[in-house]
């Protein structure tokens, strides 16, 4: 199995679906499917790579272009807007709003009368500070200007500072000369700095005020791949949360704020995958309507809930799903979505094992030293302990899968005793996974079906002698001369 001596050498590819074992047909239609963006059903059992297909074809689609905001519709609150922003406008929003934040200047740079009267600069010793700082760390005098507000005025302005309150403002409006002719600017606090706007900056900040607010609910920068496996109706479909004041303008929270997308929404442009599909079981038709419609709309779920008066229409759900699920449960998958997935994609019955080949062991010390780095708590192994595993792997093809001169695929649970054979390494604090610690993981790393017929014969006698014991003892009880209905004793 080639010139190596322990895992750490055996080349892992960059590639995830290189990283699948002996499904290469899966991998095939994975990469058509990605490249086509058309749905999969995956078939077989657990453990045979169907996650980490479905993972890797993520890794072939390009990046989100786009980008779902839910707007405030002031006509309508109940009834939000959607907008969906490219890449470039996000750009273009990010540029305007650059433009209106104007030019910053240090407070020294300012004028004197507008640093004091923004708080930067004590108007008795000049001293430059915060304006958070009520009193100037320098002179130790209060950072107010004297105002004309009576004999008593003074008195007022130091009992304020003594508490924090300052007369100064946030902003302050001046006129500067422009050539020829005079336009208004406005100084304004930002930070230990001081932010100038000069009118066109302050016309495009209107412009920007009188857009109607809006909150993002799926970013343009996320990750293609959503995992909905058990999802619940609301992590699936996105909700409006509640709000105790109802959506009240002046104490709530507008319905806009409290919308929350859901999987079909937040796997837009990428892949939706949903392990053990049929356990969703009428929420399938939900999945049905989203891959017809690309789209999906948000409602509030809860009745009793002031979101259940929200709803957001035409929310984009464009996803490839990819579903799993096991042979026996392929009689619960909805009719109209088998049929919805055949014909815009395909249903692949997952292997079980693979011919026992030189090539294929090689694939095997590959899925070891990928379990092992995975894991990242145990140490590599060597190539006498990986070769324990990949026999034990032939061993389960033919006892398990009934494939002789095969290795198995269901490599999970091969995964839990390369994991048990490290976990003993490290327990012998030893730099590698050695022969020993493979073959005292093979006997006490036992699915509880093989231990029960080790210590029972078989299941029906180890059910027997439990039912035996459980009624002896219920006999026993009943029996006891001092034992009365109330539990208690003479």
Same mark, same amino acid.
């Given at each position: 199995?080639?010139?190596?001596?322990?895992?750490?050498?055996?080349?892992?590819?960059?590639?995830?679906?290189?990283?699948?074992?002996?499904?290469?047909?899966?991998?095939?239609?994975?990469?058509?499917?990605?490249?086509?963006?058309?749905?999969?059903?995956?078939?077989?059992?657990?453990?045979?790579?169907?996650?980490?297909?479905?993972?890797?074809?993520?890794?072939?689609?390009?990046?989100?272009?786009?980008?779902?905001?839910?707007?405030?519709?002031?006509?309508?609150?109940?009834?939000?807007?959607?907008?969906?922003?490219?890449?470039?406008?996000?750009?273009?929003?990010?540029?305007?709003?650059?433009?209106?934040?104007?030019?910053?200047?240090?407070?020294?740079?300012?004028?004197?009368?507008?640093?004091?009267?923004?708080?930067?600069?004590?108007?008795?010793?000049?001293?430059?500070?915060?304006?958070?700082?009520?009193?100037?760390?320098?002179?130790?005098?209060?950072?107010?200007?004297?105002?004309?507000?009576?004999?008593?005025?003074?008195?007022?302005?130091?009992?304020?500072?003594?508490?924090?309150?300052?007369?100064?403002?946030?902003?302050?409006?001046?006129?500067?000369?422009?050539?020829?002719?005079?336009?208004?600017?406005?100084?304004?606090? *930002?930070? =230990?700095? @001081?932010?100038? $706007?000069?009118?066109?900056?302050?016309?495009?900040?209107?412009? #920007?005020?009188? !857009? &109607?607010?809006?909150?993002?609910?799926?970013?343009?920068?996320?990750?293609?791949?959503?995992?909905?496996?058990?999802?619940?109706?609301?992590?699936?479909?996105?909700?409006?949360?509640?709000?105790?004041?109802?959506?009240?303008?002046?104490?709530?929270?507008?319905?806009?704020?409290?919308?929350?997308?859901?999987?079909?929404?937040?796997?837009?442009?990428?892949?939706? *995958?949903? =392990?053990? @599909?049929?356990? $969703?079981?009428?929420?399938?038709?939900?999945?049905?309507?989203? #891959?017809?419609? !690309? &789209?999906?709309?948000?409602?509030?779920?809860?009745?009793?809930?002031?979101?259940?008066?929200?709803?957001?229409?035409?929310?984009?759900?464009?996803?490839?799903?990819?579903?799993?699920?096991?042979?026996?449960?392929?009689?619960?998958?909805?009719?109209?979505?088998?049929?919805?997935?055949?014909?815009?994609?395909?249903?692949?019955?997952?292997?079980?094992?693979?011919?026992?080949?030189?090539?294929?062991?090689?694939?095997?010390?590959?899925?070891?030293?990928?379990?092992?780095? #995975?894991?990242? !708590?145990?140490?590599?192994?060597?190539?006498?302990?990986?070769?324990?595993?990949?026999?034990?792997?032939?061993?389960?093809?033919?006892?398990?899968?009934?494939?002789?001169?095969?290795?198995?695929?269901?490599?999970?649970?091969?995964?839990?005793?390369?994991?048990?054979?490290?976990?003993?390494?490290?327990?012998?604090?030893?730099?590698?996974?050695?022969?020993?610690?493979?073959?005292?993981?093979?006997?006490?790393?036992?699915?509880?079906?093989?231990?029960?017929?080790?210590?029972?014969?078989?299941?029906?006698?180890?059910?027997?002698?439990?039912?035996?014991?459980?009624?002896?003892?219920?006999?026993?009880?009943?029996?006891?001369?001092?034992?009365?209905?109330?539990?208690?004793?003479?």
């Amino acid at each position: 199995m080639g010139d190596y001596s322990e895992t750490s050498q055996i080349p892992i590819p960059s590639n995830p679906l290189d990283r699948v074992i002996g499904q290469d047909e899966a991998v095939k239609m994975a990469q058509i499917a990605a490249k086509q963006r058309r749905h999969l059903l995956l078939v077989g059992p657990p453990g045979v790579g169907k996650s980490m297909i479905a993972q890797a074809i993520s890794f072939y689609l390009s990046r989100p272009k786009e980008e779902i905001r839910v707007v405030h519709n002031p006509q309508y609150p109940e009834r939000p807007f959607v907008e969906v922003k490219t890449g470039i406008q996000i750009k273009q929003e990010k540029d305007e709003m650059n433009m209106v934040e104007g030019e910053v200047i240090d407070p020294r740079d300012a004028p004197a009368s507008v640093a004091e009267r923004l708080g930067y600069r004590c108007p008795r010793c000049g001293f430059f500070s915060l304006p958070t700082d009520a009193v100037c760390p320098n002179c130790n005098n209060p950072k107010v200007q004297a105002q004309t507000q009576g004999p008593f005025g003074d008195v007022f302005n130091v009992i304020g500072a003594a508490f924090g309150v300052q007369n100064n403002t946030e902003k302050v409006t001046s006129t500067r000369r422009v050539g020829e002719r005079e336009e208004v600017i406005v100084y304004e606090r *930002f930070g =230990d700095r @001081i932010r100038i $706007l000069d009118e066109k900056t302050l016309e495009r900040r209107r412009k #920007m005020e009188k !857009k &109607s607010p809006s909150k993002i609910i799926v970013p343009i920068d996320r990750n293609p791949f959503v995992l909905a496996t058990g999802a619940s109706e609301t992590e699936l479909l996105g909700d409006v949360r509640h709000d105790p004041y109802g959506g009240h303008p002046q104490l709530g929270t507008l319905p806009y704020e409290r919308v929350i997308p859901g999987s079909v929404h937040e796997s837009h442009e990428g892949v939706l *995958f949903i =392990d053990e @599909i049929t356990h $969703l079981g009428n929420l399938q038709r939900f999945i049905l309507t989203a #891959m017809q419609e !690309k &789209s999906f709309p948000i409602t509030g779920r809860n009745p009793q809930s002031a979101g259940a008066s929200v709803r957001v229409d035409h929310v984009p759900a464009d996803f490839i799903l990819v579903a799993a699920c096991n042979i026996q449960d392929l009689q619960y998958i909805l009719s109209p979505l088998r049929s919805r997935i055949v014909g815009n994609g395909y249903e692949i019955l997952m292997e079980i094992a693979m011919p026992d080949t030189p090539v294929n062991r090689m694939k095997y010390l590959q899925f070891i030293a990928q379990e092992i780095i #995975m894991d990242g !708590k145990i140490p590599h192994m060597t190539l006498e302990a990986a070769s324990v595993i990949v026999e034990e792997g032939a061993r389960r093809a033919k006892q398990v899968d009934g494939k002789d001169h095969s290795l198995t695929l269901r490599l999970r649970e091969l995964g839990g005793l390369i994991r048990a054979a490290g976990d003993i390494a490290v327990s012998k604090e030893q730099p590698l996974v050695e022969k020993r610690d493979v073959v005292e993981a093979l006997r006490l790393y036992l699915p509880v079906e093989e231990k029960i017929k080790k210590y029972y014969g078989t299941m029906g006698s180890a059910v027997s002698s439990e039912s035996t014991i459980a009624q002896r003892g219920e006999e026993y009880l009943m029996n006891f001369h001092n034992y009365r209905e109330d539990r208690s004793y003479d």
